[in-house]
């Protein structure tokens, strides 16, 4: 019985990770965003918080997010269904690679070696969480439908927007149309997949 609870206790704190991880993020880059002089919302990039004033803010802010995500994944490994499959196993892994990628663009900010290394772990973490959503919906589309049928879906539509905001996210480079104002689209869907899943395994617990 003792176990039981403390497994909950656990499972519940690896969920509240997930739940508190994109929000704390937001609230920091509003918070650095007004903080910043001639920041602009449309144009600039959120990892443009991460050099020159105060971007030790953002750096340390992609670097908790991403160590929240990663003690989240523990409790989104414990609570999908056994046994978990293949493509589920994969979802909890491109998550941690999402989560490693958004810790390393704080420890390599865009004023490291001309922002090539930021670039790298910023698209692989950009790959990855659209990778993890729809490999999450295969793996539970199937599966209980009482419990993951509306989630599964929810994490196939959230994937593929996240993919067309991704595509979108690079016209709009390629073009500066608006390339902060896509990029927060962008992040604001897939973050908050994190966001849902943890309340998502929080809401098991309860059960």
């Not at 990778?131 to 959230?158: F, H, P």
Request: hydrophobic residues 55%; contains cysteine.
């Amino acid at each position: 019985m003792n176990d039981n609870i403390s497994n909950t206790k656990k499972q519940r704190f690896y969920a509240i990770c997930g739940i508190i991880a994109p929000i704390i993020f937001w609230i920091m880059v509003i918070v650095e965003s007004i903080l910043r002089p001639g920041y602009s919302q449309y144009y600039n990039f959120v990892s443009d918080l991460g050099v020159g004033h105060l971007a030790i803010l953002q750096n340390i802010n992609f670097i908790l997010f991403g160590i929240l995500t990663i003690i989240f994944t523990v409790g989104l490994r414990n609570g999908l269904p056994l046994p978990s499959g293949r493509s589920l196993r994969a979802s909890v892994w491109f998550v941690i690679v999402f989560a490693l990628g958004v810790l390393l663009a704080g420890v390599l900010p865009e004023s490291f070696l001309s922002a090539n290394p930021h670039n790298i772990v910023s698209a692989t973490a950009f790959v990855a969480i659209i990778a993890a959503q729809l490999l999450m919906w295969q793996g539970l589309k199937n599966r209980d439908k009482n419990v993951w049928g509306r989630y599964a879906t929810y994490s196939l539509i959230s994937g593929l927007i996240s993919l067309i905001l991704v595509i979108i996210l690079k016209v709009a480079i390629l073009y500066g149309f608006y390339p902060g104002l896509s990029q927060r689209a962008f992040l604001l869907v897939s973050w908050a997949w994190i966001g849902i899943t943890g309340i998502k395994l929080y809401t098991l617990t309860r059960k």
